[in-house]
């Protein structure tokens, strides 16, 4: 498995923008598909973003559609998400994951989960 390690959350007012990144360790994060996921107190964890191992297909949550950005580095064994135009409702642990299969939305399709990263949006 992959280990994975988030960074950029934080507090920002509404209209701002975050970078959220996702570190991986391991010789082969290129063969893997990525998504960001996000859960809020008392809520399910949901889909954000997912981007293929080769970056050419890249699903978002209707939520977020044409605010955020998925993106990735596979010579960094990095994957980004670009927030802009941040809403309070968007407050939540951010979640980066790892799957080996077909690109999914679904939490079951990751096998590997790193330990979230805070973003909170002020109104």
């Known amino acids: 498995q992959v280990q994975l390690v988030e960074s950029g959350g934080g507090l920002v007012q509404a209209g701002g923008s975050l970078r959220l990144s996702c570190a991986a360790s391991g010789r082969t994060f290129s063969s893997y598909h990525m998504g960001w996921f996000r859960q809020a107190p008392g809520k399910e964890r949901e889909f954000v973003a997912a981007?293929?191992?080769?970056?050419?297909?890249?699903p978002y949550a209707d939520s977020v559609k044409g605010r955020f950005t998925i993106s990735r580095e596979n010579a960094k064994n990095t994957v980004y998400l670009q927030m802009n135009n941040l809403k309070p409702e968007d407050t939540a642990v951010y979640y980066c994951?790892?799957?080996?299969?077909?690109?999914?939305?679904?939490?079951?399709?990751?096998?590997?989960w790193g330990q979230g990263t805070q973003v909170t949006v002020s109104s």
């Open positions: 994951a790892a799957g080996v299969f077909n690109i999914a939305t679904v939490v079951s399709r990751y096998q590997s």
């Open positions: 981007i293929s191992w080769s970056g050419g297909s890249t």
